[in-house]
């Protein structure tokens, strides 16, 4: 069982930037992959930024987000980060993180909230024009 609290979220004025943590338990913290989702009123919960645990910690991002977002992983603290800069008012959303034990070499499936075993509650980023 892993266990996944988000934190970081806030209202930030467009431009600006945000940094969300996520802190899970467990021992095996290292051997997860770990996603961010976001999801806005009255969509579907998107893929925001992956990151694996093999391979020097591979990273994936949204379209909408590349460039502007990184996911980053400190496995001594069961952490995972999510920077978010340049914010704009679409960013805004609830923002889940969310573990996965299992390995894909196909990295697409990591964008797929399917895939994931254990999420967060989430946490509300509001960015303001």
């Known amino acids: 069982q892993v266990q996944l609290v988000e934190s970081g979220g806030g209202l930030v004025q467009a431009g600006t930037s945000l940094r969300l943590s996520c802190a899970a338990s467990?021992?095996?913290?290292?051997?997860?992959?770990m996603g961010w989702f976001r999801q806005a009123p009255g969509k579907e919960r998107e893929f925001v930024a992956a990151?694996?645990?093999?391979?020097?910690?591979?990273?994936f991002y949204a379209d909408s987000v590349k460039g502007r977002f990184t996911v980053s992983r400190v496995n001594a603290m069961n952490t995972v980060y999510l920077q978010m800069n340049s914010l704009k008012p679409e960013d805004t959303a609830v923002y889940y993180c969310?573990?996965?034990?299992?390995?894909?070499?196909?990295?697409?499936?990591?964008?797929?909230?399917?895939?994931?075993?254990?999420w967060g509650q989430g946490t509300q980023v509001t960015v303001s024009s």
């Open positions: 467990g021992r095996t913290f290292s051997s997860y992959a």
């Open positions: 969310a573990a996965t034990a299992a390995w894909y070499s196909n990295s697409d499936l990591y964008t797929d909230k399917q895939k994931y075993d254990y």
């Open positions: 990151i694996t645990w093999r391979s020097g910690d591979s990273t």
